[in-house]
Nanobody, 123 residues
Framework: QVQLVQSGGGSVQAGGSLTLSCVVS????????VGWFRQGPGKEREFVGA????????HYIDSVEGRFTISGDNAKNTVYLQMNSLKPEDTAVYFC????????????????WGQGTQVTVSS
């Protein structure tokens, strides 16, 4: 059984940085697409970015491109979401997810989900 356990997050002022971690157990994370999603207050969950199998490619939504970076550590079987230059609109619960698919932005295609972690950015 594949499990994803998240850590990191917290509160930061605008312009600050945070790193989220997603530890994958039960299978090598490099076998999957690992995506990051977020759900802000009163909003639907949205795709943030993803890293494809074997870390070949990363994808980001426009609003985080250049500020967020997704990377993986094979030895720790962990995927990271490094978030820099944070803005108040980045405030949300962030989720990591894993699956095998081509269309990485579609959350319904992900099979396994982390528990979510809160990120709060104050102005």
């Amino acid at each position: 059984q594949v499990q994803l356990v998240q850590s990191g997050g917290g509160s930061v002022q605008a312009g600050g940085s945070l790193t989220l971690s997603c530890v994958v157990s039960g299978r090598a994370f490099s076998d999957y697409v690992v995506g990051w999603f977020r759900q802000g207050p009163g909003k639907e969950r949205e795709f943030v970015g993803a890293i494809t199998q074997n870390g070949d490619h990363t994808h980001y939504i426009d609003s985080v491109e250049g500020r967020f970076t997704i990377s993986g550590d094979n030895a720790k079987n962990t995927v990271y979401l490094q978030m820099n230059s944070l803005k108040p609109e980045d405030t949300a619960v962030y989720f990591c997810a894993a699956g095998v698919m081509v269309w990485v932005r579609i959350e319904q295609l992900y099979d396994f989900w982390g528990q979510g972690t809160q990120v709060t950015v104050s102005s």
